[in-house]
């Protein structure tokens, strides 16, 4: 079955970049879609067809996907991007995620 | 205003059966895929299956195949997510989710369903 592999977790100082990879084989071939997540709150989207942001959603996230990864940028991040962030694609008609990656922003 | 609205928490013992819902309003609910997505305590997100209203068409997570049964009510704008026999191991919180229109992505999300299962 495929995977996407995602880093446990990823520290930014606030008003820093930071980058969320997403890899699985061949990814750079699909749409890869990330959510974030809050504590007790349900995922919301913030990427779609790798580079597309939802409205609503800041321009400091920005999506990229080529090869076998995709990534998520945050630039000037903030304390309230603190979150669960999750990667998710098709393949063979199944939806795929990512195990999720906590972006602590210290 | 797109809303998928959930039910509410449950609480159940090991073989009871049990059914979830998640109704869609401010859009035209048979002509987008609903997803289900479960998320046990302090894990990550896992896709158990897609439905779409307007012809019942399922697609199941293999991980889920046989475990559990989307369903749907279109003429309430209502999709389900149910189990014939809950293990302690369903204890979790389930989500669903909307596909939009030739998309590869969840764009609304319901508030969640918390199952637990313990005797």
């Known amino acids: 079955s495929y995977e996407l592999t995602q880093p446990p977790s990823v520290s930014v100082s606030p008003g820093q970049s930071a980058s969320i990879t997403c890899s699985g084989s061949?990814?750079?071939?699909?749409?890869t879609s990330w959510y974030h997540q809050k504590p007790g709150q349900s995922p919301v989207l913030v990427i779609y067809?790798?580079?597309m942001r939802p409205s609503g959603i800041p321009e400091r996230f920005s999506g990229s996907n080529s090869g076998n990864t995709a990534t998520l940028t945050i630039t000037g991040t903030q304390t309230m991007d603190e979150a669960d962030y999750y990667c998710?694609?098709?393949?063979?008609?199944?939806?795929?995620f990512g195990g999720g990656t906590r972006l602590a922003v210290l | 205003e797109v809303q998928l609205v959930q039910s509410g928490a449950e609480v159940k013992k090991p073989g009871e059966s049990l059914k979830i819902s998640c109704k869609g309003s401010g859009y035209s609910f048979p002509n987008y895929w609903i997803g289900w997505v479960r998320q046990m305590p302090g894990e990550g997100l896992e896709w158990m299956g897609i439905?779409?209203?307007?012809?019942?068409?399922?697609k199941y997570s293999p991980s889920f195949q046989g475990q559990v049964t989307l369903s749907v009510d279109k003429s309430i704008s209502t999709a389900y997510l149910q189990w014939s026999s809950l293990r302690a191991s369903d204890t979790a919180m389930y989500y669903c989710a909307r596909i939009p229109v030739a998309a590869s992505h969840f764009d609304y999300w319901g508030q969640g369903t918390l199952v637990t299962v313990s005797s």
């Open positions: 439905i779409y209203p307007a012809d019942s068409d399922t």
């Open positions: 067809q790798n580079s």
């Open positions: 061949k990814l750079g071939d699909k749409y």
């Open positions: 998710q694609a098709w393949d063979s008609s199944t939806v795929v």
